[in-house]
């Protein structure tokens, strides 16, 4: 079995950063892609930022510029720094991997719990 446990969230002013992590843990051989997505109240899930090895970062046009992830394979962690924060930018994260969890296994998406996020203007 895969846990991801994530963490940093909370309450800042506009134009405030966080900082939010995430860290997997149980059986895994390999974690092909790390993402943050969100979700605002009434709306659907959108992903925000992902990182997959040997390629660049994407990131929704809403978050360009500000928001930055990064991965550490040897820790097993995905972070997102959230810089320049907006009212609009409230919602709760989720943080997302896909893992195989033995060599040649399939592939399986885990979801973190989520954390929210809230933005005061």
């Known amino acids: 079995q895969v846990q991801l446990v994530e963490s940093g969230g909370g309450v800042v002013q506009s134009g405030g950063s966080l900082r939010l992590s995430c860290a997997a843990s149980?059986?895994?051989?390999?974690?092909?892609?790390m993402a943050w997505y969100r979700q605002a109240p009434g709306k659907q899930r959108d992903l925000v930022a992902n990182?997959?090895?040997?390629?660049?970062?994407y990131y929704a046009e809403a978050v360009k510029g500000r928001f930055t992830i990064s991965r550490d394979n040897a820790k097993k962690t995905v972070s997102l720094r959230m810089n320049s924060l907006q009212p609009d930018d409230t919602a709760v994260y989720y943080c997302?991997?896909?893992?195989?969890?033995?060599?040649?296994?399939?592939?399986?998406?885990?979801w973190g719990q989520g954390t929210q996020v809230t933005v005061s203007s």
């Open positions: 149980g059986t895994i051989f390999n974690i092909i892609s």
């Open positions: 997302k991997m896909v893992i195989t969890s033995n060599r040649g296994g399939i592939a399986a998406d885990y």
């Open positions: 990182i997959i090895e040997d390629f660049s970062p």
